[in-house]
């Protein structure tokens, strides 16, 4: 009973977003893709695995347009990708490191994985945000700890427009194909919802767990004994 309730209620969900996508198109076009793709990279939660198959559907196949529209459609999710993306880094630059350390352990983190964050984008910046940009759900949410570690905007720009272009055709490319047909799809992907979200719910209970046991019960560093005071102390 409970299985067949989560999935009609995941079905009614599927259907207002596409609904509300659709809609959004009818009264605005592309300019919607732009806007919509921006408010999903702000990490607000609205799926460019959505918002980009209705675009190759709705504004190109549906009206008769050929291919090469594609690439359009690419570049528009990718400008409000960039767009998004500038908003949730700047919000991690300018607030995310001094609250984080401040207030991180209310939301399980900890100063440990503040450091893990830096070293990881001192070394691996360019493509970390690069290879997200191809990964759903981690490609909402990584301009926040770009921005903490403070990421040169140029390069975090770049790598993320070029990214998002690439999602975003394919997501438009998928619904320039599949048209009317996105109901049969998702009809027969739906069994492989359930185990999915099984995997999912067990990793965010480890994670759960092994932030709580860092951020609230793990003692921070010492300082080294010895080391200099800061000045005028």
């Known amino acids: 009973m409970w299985v067949r309730g989560g999935a009609s209620l995941l079905h009614d969900i599927e259907h207002a977003l596409l609904d509300f996508i659709t809609s959004t198109y009818d009264a605005i076009g592309w300019p919607g893709v732009i806007v919509m793709m921006a408010i999903e990279s702000a990490a607000?939660?609205?799926?460019s695995?959505?918002?980009?198959?209705?675009?190759?559907?709705?504004?190109?196949?549906?009206?008769?347009?050929?291919?090469?529209?594609?690439?359009?459609?690419?570049?528009?999710?990718?400008?409000?990708?960039t767009i998004g993306s500038w908003v949730a880094y700047y919000v991690g630059m300018y607030g995310g490191r001094p609250m984080a350390?401040?207030?991180?352990?209310?939301?399980?983190?900890s100063r440990h994985d503040l450091d893990l964050a830096d070293r990881f984008f001192a070394r691996?910046?360019?493509?970390?945000?690069?290879?997200?940009?191809?990964?759903?759900?981690?490609?909402?949410?990584?301009?926040?700890?770009?921005?903490i570690s403070r990421m040169p905007i140029w390069q975090f720009t770049v790598y993320t427009f070029i990214g998002a272009f690439i999602w975003s055709v394919g997501l438009a490319y998928g619904g320039y194909k599949l048209g009317e047909n996105y109901d049969d799809?998702?009809?027969?992907?739906?069994?492989?919802?359930?185990?999915?979200?099984?995997i999912i719910l067990a990793l965010v209970a480890w994670y759960v767990y092994r932030h709580i046991k860092r951020?609230?019960?793990?003692?921070?560093?010492?300082?080294?004994?010895?080391?200099?005071?800061p000045e005028g102390t």
């Open 215 to 229: 951020a609230w019960w793990e003692p921070e560093p010492e300082r080294v004994s010895g080391a200099v005071p």
């Open 49 to 81: 695995e959505f918002i980009m198959p209705v675009a190759g559907w709705k504004l190109i196949e549906a009206k008769g347009l050929g291919w090469e529209w594609i690439l359009l459609a690419g570049l528009f999710g990718a400008i409000g990708n």
């Open 124 to 147: 691996w910046g360019n493509w970390a945000v690069f290879a997200s940009r191809l990964l759903p759900v981690v490609r909402t949410f990584i301009s926040v700890p770009a921005g």
């Open 101 to 109: 350390e401040k207030y991180g352990k209310y939301i399980l983190v």
């Open 44 to 47: 607000i939660p609205l799926p």
């Open 185 to 198: 799809l998702r009809a027969w992907m739906r069994p492989a919802d359930y185990p999915i979200a099984a």
